[in-house]
């Protein structure tokens, strides 16, 4: 990821532990640019995540987040089949020319 743009997408951000490991983590590859986007997201967490992102993309910040899960309709587990499955149909959709 060394010189290139990084986006980090997540389904929400609570306490924001979790997405920000991940952005320390890519961080130390030094990529040119590194955004984090997410549907929702906790105030202070979005805060705290300023010192690492470039950019953060938030479409809601609600003044008091429960839970991510409460803002969404269906928030079940994802099976690691139906990820591969997904990322076959994107690939398909849009092959490398």
Sequence with gaps: SRN???????D????GSTV???LWSISQ???NKLTVAFPVGA????LRLCDTADEIIC???PPHLGGVGQF???F??????????ILKEMKNEHPKS
């Design 43 to 46: 105030k202070d967490s979005l």
């Design 4 to 10: 290139k743009n990084v986006t980090v997408v997540a």
């Design 76 to 85: 079940g587990q994802v099976s690691d089949e139906e990820v591969l499955n």
């Design 20 to 22: 920000q490991a991940a």
């Design 59 to 61: 479409l809601k910040c």
């Design 72 to 74: 969404y309709f269906q």
């Design 29 to 31: 590859e030094r990529p």
């Design 12 to 15: 929400g951000v609570a306490t």
